[in-house]
């Protein structure tokens, strides 16, 4: 029996189509061009280009899976890399 992956942490995982989900909340506007910055850097590190709606104090990600039905582990490992951008910010 083969287990699935987990979604990161704080992640909604969508079927339709396949999807992770998350919402970040910044203090100020200036940490979310920041963030925007950073994760803008690890889709050109990766090749994984989420989609992006933003505010003064939050962003939206929304990254897919590969176009199969599921979503697959370089979707993930971006997710938990721009989780790692987040809590930089954070912090």
Do not use: C, H, Q
Not at 69 to 82: G, L, Q
């Amino acid at each position: 029996m083969t287990m699935e992956p987990r979604s990161p942490e704080g992640w909604t995982e969508v079927e339709r189509p396949p999807s992770l989900y998350r919402r970040f909340e910044f203090a100020a506007y200036s940490e979310t061009r920041v963030f925007l910055d950073r994760v803008a850097g690890l889709s050109k590190e990766t090749g994984l280009y989420p989609d992006l709606s933003f505010a003064k104090t939050y962003v939206n990600v929304t990254v897919y899976g590969s176009g199969e039905a599921v979503v697959d582990a370089e979707a993930r490992t971006f997710a938990a890399r721009a989780e790692a951008i987040a809590a930089v910010e954070a912090a």
